[in-house]
């Protein structure tokens, strides 16, 4: 049985995919020919699908509307259908992390990205909305967030790379540069327009998962509201890349902004995730302002460096409150018993985490930070640091290799991450994604 829609043009698929995921059987026309999408099947994944060629027609079956996406996205992608065949994600979460903090990402280019990561059948677009040097999110009754918060005096930039001189891109300065360019650089999101980029991509099945980085990497935040630092610090938004020394002072005022906070990240993204950060706090800023040492003494902590951990599950808690789980990255640290561990720097790529329950989401940084150089003789000016290859990419794999299957199961998937410090613009960021984007897409696809 086949519904009756028939989509307007030849190539319709595209746009005319909405209707696969509002559920409405339909008849399209392709260049590969007619396709039918027929009823779901309960039996197979919602991402699951089967094609089946009878003559001049394809037949799709899914097990929900985002397996006749992505079938539909296959067949757009040019894919012969000869006979039958059976296809599934061997990784429920599929993502791309994109640094719209380090560089203001305009909306157009997100919903260009969007596309691109639908063609490769991705299914997470995860935001790092706030960092040391912007922030991207307005919030009410914090105006000076994105009044303040979201503009910096300049960037600190780094000299192109020069045949047969060192290399600015890597080795210990990792390309953070010592030139002031006095450019003035910001911008934030409107509510509306995080609304519309939420939307775009679910029509796309690619969910939203917002970071909000707490409780290092928040100049911008001290920047705008200095009362909320630790230390009493006078700070402005960050003009130069690497690891500062901010930190959110844990106060009742703090805990007050993170729930402001919280509440209107998941009143604007739906999805059930959000991202907390938790990454490289600078300890020593907390160890050495007695407001914080007193406060970990009254929590019962046994020490300031507890903290971290701390903020996490006051964001985690506040989050389960709210009906979301909390994502925080995870260096080999476990932070949050209820969290999901995305692991970028454990040196067991997050199995100590998994063995102890927790699920992971791989974004181990040898793997798959595609600002990375993709060669020794790379000669991109915008990627930096250590060599990730298009091999590496196409290797990639969640679990660490020997895990148990039990342990192995709580490894939901990976995704690849695009930090952005020196790729200031789409030409640049796009050069650092691709190939090797593709790589990770299909072996996060495709499995072993
Ligand atoms: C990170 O690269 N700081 C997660």
Known sequence: MTGELTV?????????IAAAASGVLGVRRS???TVCILPHEPALEAEEYTLRRVDEVIEVRAGAAAGAFRALTRIRGGAGVDGECHDAPAY???GFMLDV????????ELLVLIDQLAERRLNVLHLHLTDDQGWRIPVPGWPRLTDVGAWREGTTTRPAPVEGQPDPRSGDEWGHGHRHDGVPHGGHYTRAELERVVAYAAERFIMIVPEVDIPGHVQSVIAAYPELGAGA???????????GP??????PEVERFIADVLDEVCDIFPGAYVHVGGDEPHLETWRRDPVSVARAADLGLPGTDAL?????ELAARFLRERGRTALYWYDGEVLSEEAIAVSWLAEDGGLAAAARGAQVITADHTRTYLNYLSSERDPNPYACGIVLDEATAAGFRPAPDGAAARVAARFLGGQAQLWTEYAPHRESRESLMFPRLDRIAEALWNGA
């Open 31 to 33: 260049p590969v020919g």
């Open 8 to 16: 307007r043009a030849e190539d319709d698929i595209w746009n005319g």
């Open 233 to 243: 610090p006078d700070m402005p938004v960050a003009t130069r890349f690497g690891l």
């Open 246 to 251: 901010s930190l959110l002072a844990p106060t």
């Open 101 to 108: 903090a380090r560089w203001f990402v305009p909306v157009g």
């Open 92 to 94: 429920s979460w599929r």
């Open 308 to 312: 971290r951990g701390w903020f996490v």
